[in-house]
């Protein structure tokens, strides 16, 4: 039983470390697994003999272990089902630039505190500014489906994909749009164009990413364009202008 016991520790250790890792998934809670086994008078037709004491406890180690391999096993069948839709989520999850930019020089105001151009105030910039001519090509950055496609106060001509996962991506002060709300785009398809509207005070591209309704600092989603080289200069890049563009 410590044998079976120890390799189970083992399985469950890989399906929450690695397995349900990969693919971002939440590790079963460890009182899901450790809980007991229900049943009041469960046990009773083992009591009253001279050995009852080490049969009772065998027959609960037991149980438990049986209750383990089946949580693990419906775990495992998560597993699966997760694995079919991971081709899925690789495409849907946002990997590229929004705009091409192979040289790095578009990169202008990354994630962070930034002068804000028009208040000149310290203010949180929640995405990424790219500067390009009006007319630049705007890519989607992943699979989705278009759910906003708009002209709003501040961002002017927006458009926000839902990629599914958790993940949103959002583009704005765009010039014009190249798709409407409810269609399907895939990573690559242009979407829009660069533009100068709402609160911007030159052509450019703001982008964002969102994951679970948390806006989250999109260089680290640029992985099926950078080398790590690339990385490490679009971060000293990004950090330089002390200024956002919107």
Do not use: C
């Not at 192979?102 to 962070?112: F, P, Y």
């Not at 409810?182 to 450019?204: K, M, W």
């Amino acid at each position: 039983m410590e044998l079976i016991e120890n390799e189970l520790e083992f399985l469950q250790k890989t399906d929450d470390n690695i397995y349900r890792t990969i693919f971002e998934a939440e590790p079963i809670p460890n009182s899901r697994r450790e809980s007991g086994i229900g049943g009041i008078n469960r046990y009773a037709d083992l009591e009253g003999f001279d050995n009852s004491e080490i049969v009772l406890e065998t027959a609960k180690r037991l149980d438990k272990i049986k209750k383990k391999l089946y949580i693990q096993t419906k775990s495992f069948d998560e597993i699966i089902e997760l694995t079919k839709n991971k081709e899925d989520m690789l495409a849907s999850v946002p990997a590229i630039q929004p705009i091409a930019n192979k040289d790095l020089r578009r990169t202008a105001s990354g994630w962070g505190y930034r002068v804000h151009p028009i208040y000149k105030i310290r203010l949180f910039h929640y995405g990424m500014d790219f500067t390009a001519p009006t007319g630049t090509e705007v890519f989607s950055t992943g699979n989705g489906t278009v759910i906003e496609a708009r002209r709003s106060r501040g961002f002017g001509n927006t458009i926000l994909i839902d990629h599914g996962y958790g993940y949103k991506t959002r583009y704005a002060h765009l010039n014009s749009f190249n798709v409407r709300k409810g269609q399907e785009v895939i990573r690559g398809d242009v979407i829009a164009f660069v533009g100068n509207t709402g609160r911007s005070t030159a052509p450019h591209l703001h982008y964002e990413v969102i994951r679970n309704g948390k806006k989250i600092n999109p260089v680290n989603y640029y992985f099926n364009d950078l080398s790590p080289e690339e990385y490490d200069r679009m971060i000293v890049l990004s950090m330089k202008s002390g200024q956002s563009f919107d």
